[in-house]
Nanobody, 122 residues
Framework: QVHLVESGGGSVQAGGSLRLSCRVS?????MAWFRQAPGKEREGVAA????????FYGNFVKGRFALSRDSAENTLYLQMNSLQPEDTAMYYC??????????????????WGQGTQVTVSS
């Protein structure tokens, strides 16, 4: 059984940085971060294979965010820089176990954490 526990959210001013962490227990194939702002659909931020490979990013990231993993600690990180008010959202850690689905396919994720709030003020 997979459990995902996020931490690291908070409030920052525009231009600031935050690092989100997701502690993962259980076996997964891909891990990712999503976000959902009030009144908007959930969107994929970044994803990566649990074992190897380079990250996939949502089109809006534009080099501001960096996804990494620590396999020894079973932890996924999202470093977010140059944050803007439009980045305000609940951020969710996600995973899936389907080895036939690309980690870049954000529709494949079906395991979710509780979320951590990120608020960016202007």
């Amino acid at each position: 059984q997979v459990h995902l526990v996020e931490s690291g959210g908070g409030s920052v001013q525009a231009g600031g940085s935050l690092r989100l962490s997701c502690r993962v227990s259980g076996r997964t194939y891909c891990m990712a971060w999503f976000r959902q702002a009030p009144g908007k659909e959930r969107e994929g931020v970044a994803a990566i294979n649990t074992g190897r490979g380079t990250p996939f990013y949502g089109n809006f990231v534009k080099g501001r965010f960096a996804l990494s993993r620590d396999s020894a600690e079973n932890t996924l990180y999202l470093q977010m820089n140059s944050l803007q008010p439009e980045d305000t959202a609940m951020y969710y850690c996600a995973a899936h176990t389907n080895i036939w689905m690309s980690c870049g396919n954000f529709d494949a994720f079906n395991l979710w954490g509780q979320g951590t709030q990120v608020t960016v003020s202007s």
